[in-house]
């Protein structure tokens, strides 16, 4: 009987998806995220940003009317530069519907939407 009820847990997770988040590769990244906007709140500031197919960034946020960045694919990672942040961002990246999660090397998440 317990078999039976593992088995029934296991096959919900896994068609309910929750069993494990796949990463996006690379040229995955680029194909999905290319002239799309990316919405999200980061540090309680709410954000919009279109990745244009140049690798520049116009975005705008509730702490900034308008600004600018770069962005660009390395190895499976999506980077993100701004000209006020020394910093590099690279993260990996989960795509579920519209729903885009970004995973920093720590394994620390932040998710946005995808329109």
Known sequence: MKQL??????????????????????????????????????GGVRYSEKL?????????????PDYDGEWEISGNEICFYYDSDDDDDCSRVILKGRSISFVDEDGSRSTAVVQ
Request: charged share 15%; proline share 2%.
């Open 5 to 42: 009820l593992a088995a029934i847990i296991l096959t919900a997770l896994a068609s309910s998806g929750q069993a494990q988040d796949a990463f996006l590769s690379g040229p995955q990244i680029r194909a999905k995220l290319t002239g799309k906007t990316i919405s999200g709140t980061e």
């Open 52 to 64: 244009l197919a140049n690798g520049t960034i116009k975005g705008r946020s509730s702490a900034e």
